[in-house]
């Protein structure tokens, strides 16, 4: 799960895949990264704890890391919240194969569309529900797909 910050939608996007995980006893890995440096070591914005939290999700233990091109080898989806992020991510591709793992999160939801994530970052509370609410439905597609 890869956005710019890792502080907002990515650690989301870990956090609810986490929970399905573990309660529907899903063989899967998941892990969140950002394509930029500016947060990394620190926990997630303490608005998207506090909205995850009120669905039972805790982020707290989450920590930011920036996205680099190992990630390619050590994952078999990439899934970015943005085409930004994409266009990032894809900069770091160095072959078709790892290119090929590179999708929108919301295309796991929204097949085909090519639907982003809005970086809730700069606007208000209702941003990180609206967030929560389309992450979470393409979480489940992937969970239970
Ligand atoms: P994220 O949100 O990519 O969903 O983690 C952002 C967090 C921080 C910044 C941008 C987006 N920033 O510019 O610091």
Do not use: W
């Amino acid at each position: 799960m890869v956005c710019l910050g890792n502080i907002c939608r990515s650690p989301l996007a870990e956090g609810i895949m986490l929970k399905l995980i573990k309660e529907n006893n899903i063989n899967m890995r998941v892990d969140s990264a950002g394509t930029s440096d500016y947060h990394v070591d620190e926990a997630p914005d303490k608005r998207t704890i506090t909205n995850a939290a009120k669905h039972q999700i805790d982020l707290k233990p989450l920590r930011a890391r920036q996205f680099k091109a190992s990630d390619f080898e050590k994952f078999d989806k990439i899934y970015v919240m943005d085409k930004s992020n994409m266009a990032n991510v894809l900069a770091l591709a160095s072959n078709d194969t790892h290119k090929g793992k590179v999708d929108l999160l919301l295309n796991a939801s929204h097949p085909g569309m090519n639907l982003e994530v809005p970086d809730p970052y700069f606007g208000g509370e209702q941003g990180f529900e609206d967030v929560f609410q389309m992450v979470y439905k393409a979480c489940q597609h992937i969970a239970f797909a």
